[in-house]
DNA sequence: TAGAAAATCAACCCTTTCGAGGGATTACCG
DNA sequence: CGGTAATCCCTCGAAAGGGTTGATTTTCTA
């Protein structure tokens, strides 16, 4: 048996029950080992410093700092760092913002362990890995145009329920400027109107609530 | 060893990870015993005529029927099964849902084992359990009045897109009663207008995207 | 680094829709 | 019977939405 050859893995989530599954599909594997845990951004951060594990999992949503987030501060201590980015299905903004960001792959918490076990020798391998129904989502809106920050901004704001003069006083614009930026985030998102263009927004992952 | 008065679990959950996970945790424990796993609405009302378990750990969100409606059906085949809700943090109507519908225990996945196990304790010995974080987010909205289901049905096609006069067609009825339903719904929950309202009702689980 | 492209800001006009008032009728349920 | 939900009607001012144009700044890239 050659240890030193074992994948050295460190899984960040702030579900303990996720976290469970994890070490127990890991466990069965001879060339993998879990050799550390994170429940938040931060801790995650710490442990890859002192660690320094071949391929981090991490979930997207973690309760201080982002995954997102937290794969950038990864990637800026070492930027060979591997990391898989693990969620339940997020929109397709979510997943580019992590491929951006420079995840070398996605794993659905749906996945079967088969196709879990064969992205993390995949991604260790030095490969990308993206499953196809993630790529169908992101090949859905391939060449649209995406909200620039401004606009993600208002839309934010349109989702809080604030009027367009509303807005207009919090970003310290006119209310002129507002509508624009109303009518440009309709347009891109093909939404007849303002409630609509939050409930995609929403659903693509490009505001939260 | 005893091993008839063991509790005997069923866990039904779509994500392979989580049934790991519960499979992990319960292995651990001399007194539990995993007897059968189900990863659809469907599957798990067959299961659980099939074993009969003590007690059933049930996700909210399944592919095929809800968590919810499933529960109805088992307390419909057994009127005693213990159920027990398991779920990332949802908003609060769901959760009353759940209560209403029967179940006795409501678990959240970001709990740490020990009180996992001791709600399935708790609940296999026939109290209800839940905890005081969803307690207190059930306290919140105590005492208000919620969404009749014409409001709801009202609010999801707001959720669409829809204007007043399309709403009226959908519904079949006439464009002041939707504007009147538009203005109790908003009453109801406080929101300052329809886009308010959505984004209040998908953070409360009354409806979904 | 110069020039193009994009983003941001702002203004005009005009139509449609919303949201806040008011009040009213039917139907069902405990 | 009282309460609640659902239905419908009217008015009216305030927003939202659609079209267009143009100036300024930032950002990207050739």
Redesign the pocket.
Known sequence: MTDDVRIRILSVDDHPLIREGIAAVIANEPDMELIAEASTGREAIQRFREYRPDVTLMDLRLPDISGIDSLIEIRAVNSDARVIMLTTFEGDAEIERALRAGAQGYMLKSMPRKQMLETIRRVHAGKKHIPSEVAALLAEHVGE?SL????LEVLQKIAGGN???DIASL?Y??E??V?????NI?EKLGA????EAVAIGLRRGMIHL
């Not at 620039?148 to 606009?151: A, D, G, H, V, Y």
């Not at 007849?192 to 409630?195: A, E, I, P, V, Y």
């Open positions: 145009e620039s920050k401004r606009e009027r367009n003069s970003l614009i006119s002129e400027t509508k624009g930026h109303v009518r309709m007849s109107d303002r409630t």
